[in-house]
């Protein structure tokens, strides 16, 4: 009974002349999406301690009596979610305009982090299932405390230790993302997280809003402004549970 369930199944898929991949792709939309992107807003967006400030303004306003409205922005590249590119740490270094969208899009997998734990270090990474995700996500005490949508800056943010930085180049991780303004401990004597990743090609989000998601695994979309020759840019991020969506697919293509 089974194999002839699965058999006639099997037959409904080749008449229809497709496959659930391909059932999916002709129905995208932004269903299931969701923004991990922190809003700029100077009254409630971290700045890292000695980057530029933000600045929004408007050169006309129609609620002023402006026939039209027209804003200035002023923010260091580093602002809110953003991507670092591998010029920002590494002499010779792709631009931000150079980083391939390989590993921008794709899978991703949400790793969460105790509040307790302040330093992602070797050990502590290991205590979580990472291997095998292409981009790993990391979800820890900034997301819990709500830091990406408070203007204070926090030096006791989470961040990524050296050795756990090495441990996902070697594994082949493509890109890694955190839930702060850096991946980097504050005032670490030497930025050797960042060359480790940017040194091997690896693009570092940070400053992503998690709160909305949970640990587990999902497609990603993170895009950087195209800014010619510079070594990072505030991007726009967007998550979408996978194993929900794959299911959605799967039983799309079977009606």
Known sequence: MIVRLCFTLLLSLVASGCTPREQG?????????????????PARTPVYEGDAPMQFGFLKDMRKGDKLTLSVYSLGAHSGTHIDAPMHFVPNGAPIDQVALDPLIGAARVIDIPDSV????????????????QRVLFRTRST??????SAAFHRQFAYIAPDAAKLLA???????????????????????????LLGRGIPIV??????????????????????????????????????GNERKLWLGAVR
Request: charged share 25%; hydrophobic share 45%.
């Open 25 to 41: 792709a002709r129905e995208l939309s932004a269903e299931g999406w969701i923004d991990v992107t922190a809003t700029l807003d």
């Open 118 to 133: 302040q330093a992602i270090d070797a050990v502590e990474l290991n205590r979580h299932d990472w291997r095998g995700a």
């Open 144 to 149: 819990l405390r709500g830091w990406m949508d």
């Open 170 to 196: 070697d594994a082949g991780v493509v890109l890694v993302g955190v839930d702060y303004i850096s991946a980097e401990q504050f005032g670490a004597a030497a930025p050797r997280t960042h060359q480790i």
């Open 206 to 243: 940070e400053g992503l809003d998690l709160r909305p998601v949970q640990a587990g695994d999902y497609d990603l979309i993170v895009l950087p402004l195209k800014v010619r020759g510079h070594e990072g840019a505030p991007a726009r991020a967007i998550m979408r549970n996978r194993t």
